[in-house]
Nanobody, 115 residues
């Protein structure tokens, strides 16, 4: 079993920065790929970024050059550094991992970017 817990969301002006954190609480699983997703009001959830245990990363085009995903394997922590935020980045951000075909999600953290 894995419990994903996000934190760090909030209200920020356009052009500002936020760092989201994700704690993967487990005593038995090795956390392999961690992902950050977001869902804006009235829109489908979209994948923002992923990172493997070895540090390989992927980003959706809309955040490339602005967001950085990272992790601390020893602490089972994931991070999403978000810079140059835009109003269109407003969404609920959730972290995710998968183990033996089962997906685990956090409750999400709200990010609001004002113009």
């Amino acid at each position: 079993q894995v419990q994903m817990v996000e934190s760090g969301g909030g209200l920020v002006q356009a052009g500002g920065s936020l760092t989201l954190s994700c704690a993967a609480r487990t005593s038995s699983f090795t956390i392999n790929v961690m992902g950050w997703y977001r869902q804006a009001p009235g829109k489908q959830r979209e994948l923002v970024a992923t990172i493997t245990r070895g540090g390989n990363t992927n980003y959706v085009d809309s955040v490339k050059g602005r967001f950085t995903i990272s992790r601390d394997n020893a602490k089972n922590m994931g991070y999403l550094q978000m810079n140059s935020l835009k109003p269109e980045d407003t969404a609920v951000y959730s972290c995710n991992t998968r183990n033996s075909g089962v997906e685990y999600w956090g409750q999400g953290t709200q990010v609001i970017v004002s113009s």
